[in-house]
């Protein structure tokens, strides 16, 4: 892989992160038009790699929020008090809930998915088009994200595996069909994803399958930097697209996308 390569498929991940695009997505379609899976164990290293500078992203622009749901939970615990950083925190898990159990039961069977399989993420595309869609014609509220409502976009954020459906768009779209403030569903997708994120990468560390060796770190390094910076941008962006109602211009993109993608399969 060149440097310039890794950069590119740096920004495509710290974009499509969060962005409602499908970051796993745009990353198979980017990997196919570049050529840069032929080494599967080198991938998977540079797909966690990209994964954990987006986390990073999150964690930075999210650090108030973190800090105090961190020292709420602790006050809690101190004074055996159910505060609201202990409720919000306890949502965090029941979503988590879903994702871990699709991830372990099926893990295999996504991963076959994955590897220039373009007609399936062309389909999904369209799919994350359709409710984006719904989303941007959904009411205003003012409802925060419940226990109840917390499982299930979990499960949203579970079927987000699949290669095209984006994990921001179900997660936040879902979140508002459920009648949720829209800044709040914004707020809930992007820190319930970090533990995820962190605990996947520490399972493929423990497990062994990211292979180290032969590694070219300098490309990694590219790549990190390059999704930690524009995962920065595109984090601070899509909460304002989403305050504003403006999802059905990304809805536009996934559905042109997702159509070149279905048509580059038969070519």
Same mark, same amino acid.
């Given at each position: 892989?060149?440097?310039?390569?890794?950069?590119?498929?740096?920004?495509?991940?710290?974009?499509?992160?969060?962005?409602?695009?499908?970051?796993?997505?745009?990353?198979?379609?980017?990997?196919?038009?570049?050529?840069?899976?032929?080494?599967?164990?080198?991938?998977?290293?540079?797909?966690?790699?990209?994964?954990?500078?987006?986390?990073?992203?999150?964690?930075?622009?999210?650090?108030?929020?973190?800090?105090?749901?961190?020292?709420?939970?602790?006050?809690?615990?101190?004074?055996?008090?159910? +505060?609201? /950083?202990?409720? !919000? %925190?306890?949502?965090? *898990?029941?979503?988590? $809930?879903?994702?871990? #159990?699709?991830?372990?039961?099926?893990?295999?069977?996504?991963?076959?998915?994955?590897?220039?399989?373009?007609?399936?993420?062309?389909?999904?595309?369209?799919?994350?088009?359709?409710?984006?869609?719904?989303?941007?014609?959904?009411?205003?509220?003012?409802?925060?994200?419940?226990?109840?409502?917390?499982?299930?976009?979990?499960?949203?954020?579970?079927?987000?595996?699949?290669?095209?459906?984006?994990?921001?768009?179900?997660?936040?779209?879902?979140?508002?069909?459920?009648?949720?403030?829209? +800044?709040? /569903?914004?707020? !809930? %997708?992007?820190?319930? *994803?970090?533990?995820? $994120?962190?605990?996947? #990468?520490?399972?493929?560390?423990?497990?062994?399958?990211?292979?180290?060796?032969?590694?070219?770190?300098?490309?990694?390094?590219?790549?990190?930097?390059?999704?930690?910076?524009?995962?920065?941008?595109?984090?601070?962006?899509?909460?304002?697209?989403?305050?504003?109602?403006?999802?059905?211009?990304?809805?536009?993109?996934?559905?042109?996308?997702?159509?070149?993608?279905?048509?580059?399969?038969?070519?």
């Amino acid at each position: 892989m060149e440097i310039i390569d890794a950069i590119i498929l740096g920004i495509i991940q710290g974009l499509t992160e969060f962005l409602p695009v499908s970051s796993s997505g745009h990353l198979e379609l980017g990997k196919a038009i570049l050529g840069s899976n032929s080494i599967p164990e080198e991938s998977l290293l540079f797909t966690v790699v990209l994964h954990f500078a987006t986390a990073l992203s999150t964690i930075v622009i999210f650090r108030k929020d973190i800090v105090e749901i961190i020292s709420g939970v602790f006050k809690g615990i101190t004074t055996l008090q159910w +505060t609201e /950083a202990s409720k !919000f %925190s306890a949502k965090i *898990v029941l979503s988590m $809930i879903p994702a871990v #159990i699709i991830g372990y039961k099926y893990e295999s069977d996504f991963e076959k998915l994955f590897g220039n399989n373009i007609l399936l993420v062309g389909c999904m595309l369209i799919v994350t088009a359709v409710l984006l869609i719904l989303a941007d014609r959904a009411k205003k509220t003012h409802k925060k994200v419940g226990l109840r409502d917390s499982f299930i976009i979990g499960i949203a954020q579970g079927i987000a595996m699949l290669p095209g459906i984006s994990r921001s768009g179900a997660t936040i779209s879902i979140s508002v069909l459920l009648g949720i403030d829209k +800044t709040k /569903a914004a707020r !809930f %997708s992007f820190l319930m *994803v970090i533990p995820l $994120i962190f605990g996947k #990468i520490a399972k493929d560390i423990l497990e062994g399958q990211i292979d180290y060796n032969n590694s070219s770190f300098t490309y990694l390094g590219a790549g990190f930097i390059a999704a930690f910076i524009s995962g920065l941008f595109a984090c601070t962006w899509m909460i304002s697209i989403v305050k504003k109602s403006k999802l059905t211009y990304f809805a536009i993109y996934c559905v042109i996308v997702g159509i070149t993608a279905i048509i580059w399969t038969f070519l």
